[in-house]
């Protein structure tokens, strides 16, 4: 992994206005509650330790998409009292993140006062990564920490342009995120297996083909599998399946057999026929699947396979549930390998790093994400570290001289 400056390189900064880039694109409900502080809670370190240290911590953020104006609902004024309450720390705020407004705020700060600038994408510049705008952001700091991995794969202004401007650091969930990744996927201990499921192989097909290249097995859950199953010519039934991507799913099997990647497909599903809770379901063979009838999870045997893999695994990567697991009982294989995963790991037998959009709910339902080495809070800068992509607001952070 290159080297990163980190909030250990950063000494003396006390009374130094650092602005820390962070993720607070939290979940709100309609009555204006956060209802999942996990990022919150993960920028609490960095923001507390810096401001320990006596600097003025001013926050930039994004919340939503704006759209490059003022949006009231998407005000980062409505998140103040959820991170207040997470920091144990009053916070301030001010409401442009450039401007007299901001400049005023910082200002009136004391040492180790916290300061929380609008929302970035209330201004264009923020996403096209405006020289000026980043000037204007640069202005108000001395030192810039980059906290948000999961805006990291956005070359925005306040992620990537500003580490152009002032001397640029990782914040504590930065470092620890890339030194999960590192051990997930940049340098692994063998064997490793990667598990993707979800709906679709069209948004993960970039990702399936970096994995069969990088790992020892590829598991194939969700949806996903149908397209990999009816590829092969079996009849899925009324199972969601792309089969316009029949020849991408064959190819990427080619591709695995090429890397010595065993690909892992179910051999047995549990199948309904409507996609609702608690619908009447059975246990078929995946060569079985009723004409009439879906896949809505993984089967018995499909289950036993997985945890096998994961059972000789020391590394496991992880995107995806195995099955539509917000509808009981078709969380069940999600479940169980979550389980499993979790059970490995505590017994210090296996590293385990999760991460993207339904990932982190789906461990949650199973109990079994605390028990994870890692599970990451990113989405979109998850899949594409998984993809090997590069990410822009990581590239900057690296150590040069
Ligand atoms: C996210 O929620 O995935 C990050 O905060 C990035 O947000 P974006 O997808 O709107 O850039
Ligand atoms: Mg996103």
């Given at each position: 992994?290159?080297?990163?400056?980190?909030?250990?390189?950063?000494?003396?900064?006390?009374?130094?206005?650092?602005?820390?880039?962070?993720?607070?694109?939290?979940?709100?409900?309609?009555?204006?509650?956060?209802?999942?502080?996990?990022?919150?809670?993960?920028?609490?370190?960095?923001?507390?330790?810096?401001?320990?240290?006596?600097?003025?911590?001013?926050?930039?953020?994004?919340?939503?998409?704006?759209?490059?104006?003022?949006?009231?609902?998407?005000?980062?004024?409505?998140?103040?009292?959820?991170?207040?309450?997470?920091?144990?720390?009053?916070?301030?705020?001010?409401?442009?993140?450039?401007?007299?407004?901001?400049?005023?705020?910082?200002?009136?700060?004391?040492?180790?006062?916290?300061?929380?600038?609008?929302?970035?994408?209330?201004?264009?510049?923020?996403?096209?990564?405006?020289?000026?705008?980043?000037?204007?952001?640069?202005?108000?700091?001395?030192?810039?920490?980059?906290?948000?991995?999961?805006?990291?794969?956005?070359?925005?202004?306040?992620?990537?342009?500003?580490?152009?401007?002032?001397?640029?650091?990782?914040?504590?969930?930065?470092?620890?995120?890339?030194?999960?990744?590192?051990?997930?996927?940049?340098?692994?201990?063998?064997?490793?297996?990667?598990?993707?499921?979800?709906?679709?192989?069209?948004?993960?097909?970039?990702?399936?083909?970096?994995?069969?290249?990088?790992?020892?097995?590829?598991?194939?859950?969700?949806?996903?599998?149908?397209?990999?199953?009816?590829?092969?010519?079996?009849?899925?039934?009324?199972?969601?399946?792309?089969?316009?991507?029949?020849?991408?799913?064959?190819?990427?099997?080619?591709?695995?057999?090429?890397?010595?990647?065993?690909?892992?497909?179910?051999?047995?599903?549990?199948?309904?026929?409507?996609?609702?809770?608690?619908?009447?379901?059975?246990?078929?063979?995946?060569?079985?699947?009723?004409?009439?009838?879906?896949?809505?999870?993984?089967?018995?045997?499909?289950?036993?396979?997985?945890?096998?893999?994961?059972?000789?695994?020391?590394?496991?990567?992880?995107?995806?549930?195995?099955?539509?697991?917000?509808?009981?009982?078709?969380?069940?294989?999600?479940?169980?390998?979550?389980?499993?995963?979790?059970?490995?790991?505590?017994?210090?037998?296996?590293?385990?790093?999760?991460?993207?959009?339904?990932?982190?709910?789906?461990?949650?339902?199973?109990?079994?994400?605390?028990?994870?080495?890692?599970?990451?809070?990113?989405?979109?800068?998850?899949?594409?570290?998984?993809?090997?992509?590069?990410?822009?607001?990581?590239?900057?952070?690296?150590k040069t001289a």
């Amino acid at each position: 992994m290159p080297a990163f400056k980190t909030l250990d390189d950063l000494t003396d900064i006390a009374a130094k206005r650092v602005l820390v880039r962070v993720d607070l694109n939290v979940p709100v409900a309609a009555d204006g509650k956060v209802t999942d502080a996990t990022r919150i809670e993960r920028v609490a370190p960095t923001i507390l330790e810096l401001s320990k240290k006596g600097a003025k911590v001013i926050l930039l953020a994004h919340f939503g998409r704006p759209k490059g104006e003022p949006v009231a609902d998407m005000s980062l004024s409505l998140i103040v009292s959820a991170v207040n309450q997470v920091l144990g720390h009053k916070i301030l705020f001010a409401s442009d993140c450039i401007g007299p407004e901001a400049q005023q705020a910082i200002a009136g700060m004391k040492n180790g006062d916290i300061l929380l600038l609008e929302n970035t994408r209330f201004h264009k510049g923020e996403e096209k990564n405006d020289p000026g705008f980043t000037e204007a952001l640069a202005k108000n700091g001395d030192i810039f920490v980059n906290d948000a991995f999961s805006a990291a794969h956005r070359a925005h202004a306040s992620t990537e342009g500003l580490a152009h401007h002032l001397p640029a650091y990782a914040g504590r969930t930065m470092q620890e995120e890339l030194e999960a990744l590192e051990k997930g996927l940049g340098n692994p201990a063998r064997p490793v297996v990667a598990i993707v499921g979800g709906a679709k192989v069209s948004t993960k097909i970039d990702l399936l083909q970096n994995l069969v290249k990088r790992v020892d097995a590829l598991v194939i859950g969700g949806g996903m599998a149908n397209t990999f199953i009816a590829a092969q010519g079996i009849d899925v039934g009324k199972s969601l399946c792309e089969h316009d991507l029949a020849d991408t799913a064959r190819k990427i099997m080619a591709e695995a057999e090429a890397s010595n990647c065993a690909i892992v497909l179910p051999v047995d599903g549990v199948v309904a026929r409507e996609f609702k809770a608690g619908a009447a379901n059975e246990v078929v063979d995946i060569d079985k699947i009723p004409a009439d009838a879906m896949m809505l999870d993984v089967g018995p045997k499909s289950v036993a396979a997985v945890n096998d893999w994961i059972s000789k695994a020391s590394t496991l990567v992880w995107n995806g549930p195995l099955g539509a697991f917000e509808i009981a009982p078709f969380d069940k294989a999600t479940v169980a390998a979550a389980k499993h995963a979790a059970e490995q790991t505590k017994a210090g037998k296996l590293t385990s790093v999760a991460g993207g959009g339904d990932t982190v709910a789906a461990l949650n339902h199973a109990g079994a994400a605390d028990d994870f080495s890692y599970v990451s809070t990113a989405g979109g800068a998850f899949l594409e570290w998984m993809e090997g992509k590069y990410l822009p607001g990581v590239s900057v952070l690296i150590k040069t001289a």
